[in-house]
DNA sequence: ACGATCGATGTTATCGATAACATAACTTCA
DNA sequence: TGAAGTTATGTTATCGATAACATCGATCGT
């Protein structure tokens, strides 16, 4: 049950271990004719390379070391895909992680990827422990943060900010006449994506002369869709005269929707509807959602080519990328009637 | 910037490098005091080990391969979940692939993932290539199949059967007095989830003497909303008379729902919707939808706790385990009138 | 036609931790 | 009290690939 090793290949072939080694990552230097040979008998002994003794050897893992906060979202699956579409391009593994919107859960995740040596590290930001922070400044590796813009940067930046674009949102009803706007998210002492939405919101109404102090934001990420009709019944209760509500994501929103529904206040007749993220709900439901458009595979894929530009040299700027984010009014903020 | 390595931290507490391995994992055989020094040095150095050289000399890698169709999918998101929590106890790292439903980027993302020598490989059923079995069988691992019960698996199984569990939803339709039953998946010619629940449609319905063949699988997975939405436009127009339609998701099924909603037929008055996999959205949409529940999140920790216990040799059998999944009626396939 | 260059391949040392074995000091109990 | 066991630690060899350098024959330009 021993395994076969490169030896064995190149004992097959007739040629040394470092000639079986450049065939296999076709480095150039090797006669096409050997070449051939010797991939041959690799397939036919089924070898299989041993990346751990590879990386040992070479000083370089292969791997980029992904944070995110919940993989049960499309978002950050987006996310991950456009991050490993790239990567994969250029000769590296993703090994992901998810903290759960937990930081010192993402002190461990980072802790023990930084033991594989990772080439970079992709961070979603939240906030992070002091000790996080110092073991990836101490990494000497790149070290991207995504999905945020930070006040305070570890490394580079692939984001935009949530605050503005909630803001713009918020702008957007009360452009189409709402003026009693409530706000449906998380609760206040995390800092997250989510809490930096519900900042805007209140931007947007002080910058209006209006109230911001219609929010429920009682419940930790991740915020679904029962909680946000759960929440906007409640809300309703409370600030019966409510025009308008703002949810930090779209499934909140639904949520919020489907209250409206079930008390009987029209949307968007009654009461406007906005979400957050352009999920595939907001698109298909009835009204459709207004949404924030941002788009995860984007901020995936231009974070995977700064990586690249970074392990290349090609790059060594600290980088700040800001990636769109803008407000599609769709029918549940209509202007009403 | 050359990194700090064990034998520093030897070094700088006076002993071997062998004993500060023993401190770092605390494997008993060692004396307290000396640990609490040596970890007081690591931490103070900033040390952290390189399990590349450790994987190496070891020869064992800590990782553990897992392959899912999509993250961008609640259910595959909570079985790597479900691995996560469960591996992590028992000192393994996920790494973790996904295969956009293709059989050759599965077997890309196999030869990759065995490279770096993980301990156990967890597959999600679909067609494998020829290659990619045989690369599973020669790896000399545990293999799991999970979300399926293949007729020939490659090693051991933690899943269900989508065919009887679609078959008996399908029944429940019957039961609820639904003759004329269409159904709306994905194109016919892949082995997937999503196939096998299309056979299960056709097993009820031709157990029942009912006609299977309206059926609109066009295109290939994931089925998403706006699919389910055209598809069952469509349908009603092929075939006006339908009075229920089985989903292979969801929100393919929310989707239907819609395109009922839109054109004026009443849920579950008219029409009687059913999806598959007790998403969020199932339980939240007005009418709720009846769908298969199944636990992506089981099927996780099952399948995760059945790995150690092979690799910790407490069971050596061929394992099949079945998760539940079972029919779930909601207000979409209420009996009519 | 001959030194310079190049292309293909071989040799050797090495990456950093850990398994396996060795050792020394210290207990235990007949 | 001394042989046998126990505990804490040290020593040595090793995992499998690759970087760096070495070699050797072929080719080329003038």
Redesign the interface.
């Known amino acids: ?1 021993s ?1 076969i090793k490169m030896s064995d290949v190149a004992k097959a072939a007739g040629v040394s271990a470092m000639t079986v080694s450049r065939a296999l990552k076709h480095d150039g230097r090797i006669a096409p004719t050997t070449r051939t040979r010797i991939l041959k008998i690799v397939a036919d002994l ?1 070898y ?9 050897s070479s000083r370089r ?1 292969g791997f980029v070391g992904v944070l995110v906060p ?5 978002h950050f ?2 996310t ?2 456009g991050l ?1 579409e790239v990567l994969t391009r250029g000769g590296l ?6 903290t759960n919107y937990r930081a010192e859960v993402a002190e461990r995740l980072i ?2 990827m ?4 990772p080439e970079a590290m992709i961070i979603t930001f939240d906030d992070h422990t002091a000790r996080a922070r ?2 990836l400044l ?3 590796i790149p070290v991207i943060e995504i999905w945020e813009t930070p006040t305070k940067p570890i490394g580079h930046v692939v984001g935009f900010s949530n605050r503005s674009a909630a803001a713009a949102m918020v702008q957007h009803l009360i452009d189409s006449g709402r003026r009693r706007i409530g706000f449906i998210g998380e609760r206040d002492d995390k800092g997250t994506r989510g809490a930096e939405r519900r900042r805007g919101f209140i931007d947007a109404l002080k910058a209006a002369g209006l109230d911001p102090s219609r929010r429920l934001a009682t419940v930790a990420p991740p915020i ?3 909680f946000g ?1 759960d929440a906007m019944t409640a809300l309703l209760e409370k600030w019966p005269d409510t025009d308008a509500v703002m949810c930090v994501s779209d ?1 909140c929103a ?2 919020a929707l ?1 209250a409206c ?2 008390i009987g206040r029209r949307v968007p007749e009654d009461v406007a509807v906005a979400g957050f993220g352009d999920f ?2 907001s ?4 009204p459709s959602i207004s949404t924030v458009v941002v788009s995860g595979l984007e901020i995936g894929t231009r974070a995977g080519e700064l990586t690249l530009q970074l392990l290349d040299g090609s790059c060594s700027d600290q980088m700040l990328i800001l990636v769109d984010a803008y407000t599609e009014p769709r029918e549940s903020s209509k202007i009403a009637g």
Chains 1, 2 share one sequence.
């Open positions: 049950m395994r089924g299989v390379p041993d990346r751990i003794a590879g990386s040992f893992s919940s993989l049960n979202n499309p699956a987006e991950a895909a490993d593994q993703l090994l992901l992680g998810y802790e023990t930084l033991e594989r040596r110092q073991l101490n990494a000497g679904n869709m029962m009709r499934p639904y949520g489907t529904q079930l595939e709900i698109r298909c439901s009835l």
